[in-house]
């Protein structure tokens, strides 16, 4: 089974390969070849793959192709932990030092202790393999990177191969160990079967990016916001639900914090309250403070970056205020329309009330009552109402 690893590693892309392999396994498969090409990723999804690859029940061969592929970052520690590394021409592996999820270095004091860790993860790989740990040590700590053929010389790959039929050729007859027992390769003739990936693979890999699943996450408050501020509008709480599922969905693929998440519905919370409760936009003020607190402390061991998550606060922030304020408005006003619409307006008597009569008021004829006789041609202020029957007084 051949699993094409491209792009960077993020959850969407470990459940994808780590899929792979179980499947090869099920399927009684002879090996499985990870042809792999990756500027590096999160780590979480890394290990993931490790892990997979260290506990498979098969052979696993990662083969960084085609030329002018590399394994950087962390696909340096998928390719050590492969029960056969290979690589084609023109390629390169290395550049290993740990950065943040944005690309910006980690604080010193921070980046002894990653540093440190991958180092004896990596190491504690590279000697189960019987690789070159000192090398991959250096890759980690100095970034240092090297083509396939000086890869080979210094016992970090095995082999250097121009295409998988000339890797199959070379692989042949190769020993290696499983945790079943030593195992011989025989590959020469083998029928490779590629594991695509579905519609769910697709999209995973897209949403699983943090970036867009914290938009999407806005996206969908924003619009059940407005929905709840704005019964009927139907269009923003069918965006927002869709928005939202789709969150949902990406979130069980990445490291979500709930205390973030749990701050920011307390924004929406307070952004509702602000509509009923007149507290001259303290509880604006509070939406805002959790909304940006629970956007930082959303996603564990990722980030998301800082040039969109600060546009998006002010954007979808604002959105809320500004939505507040007019509902607000709205709720305040006063009536227009229906009994309540007509209280305090002014009406022209059409027939004398003594006590009961008949006035004309809102462009429409009403019965109406008064303690107080009043003459047709006067105008009376009204004042109440007993079921469709105005109560009016003589207006002065």
Known sequence: MVIELEGAINPGIAQFVTRGIKQAETSKHTMV??????????????????????????????YVAPRGARAASAGVMITIAAHVAAMAPQTNIGAAHPVTAGGKEISKTMSEKVVNDMVAYARGIAKERGRNADWVER??????????????????????????????????????????????????GLKL?????????????????????????????????????????ILPGVIGAISLILAFFSFQTLPVNYAGLLLIALAIIFFIAEIKVQSYGLLSVAGLISLILGSVMLFE????????????????????????????????????????????????????????????????????????????????????????????????
């Open 193 to 233: 079967v590629y594991f695509t990936p579905g519609w769910r693979d697709r999209v995973l890999n897209t949403i699983s990016n943090p970036n867009i699943a914290y938009i999407l996450m806005m996206i969908g408050l924003a619009g059940i916001y407005f929905e709840l501020a704005h019964p009927g509008a």
């Open 139 to 188: 890759a980690i700590r100095e970034s240092v990177s090297i083509t396939g053929d000086v890869a080979v010389k210094n016992n970090v790959v095995d082999v250097v191969a121009r295409d998988i039929d000339e890797l199959l050729v070379l692989l042949d007859g190769r020993e290696i160990v499983l945790d079943k027992g030593k195992v011989t390769l025989g590959t020469k």
């Open 301 to 396: 061991n990722v980030r998301v970056s800082l040039k969109l998550m600060m546009p998006t606060i002010v954007l979808i922030g604002g959105f809320f205020v500004a939505i507040a304020f007019l509902a607000f408005r709205a709720y305040r006003r006063t009536p227009k329309g229906g009994m309540e619409g007509l209280l305090g307006e002014i009406g022209v008597v059409e027939e004398r009330i003594d006590p009961v009569g008949l006035i004309f008021a809102h462009g429409e004829h009403w019965k109406a009552t008064s303690e107080e006789v009043a003459e047709e041609g006067e105008k009376v202020r009204i004042i109440g109402s007993r079921g469709l029957e105005l109560i009016v007084k003589k207006e002065k």
């Open 33 to 62: 070849i990870i042809r792999l090409d990756t500027p590096g990723g999160l780590d979480p999804s890394m290990r993931s793959i490790v892990k997979a690859i260290l506990n498979a029940q098969l052979p696993v061969v990662v």
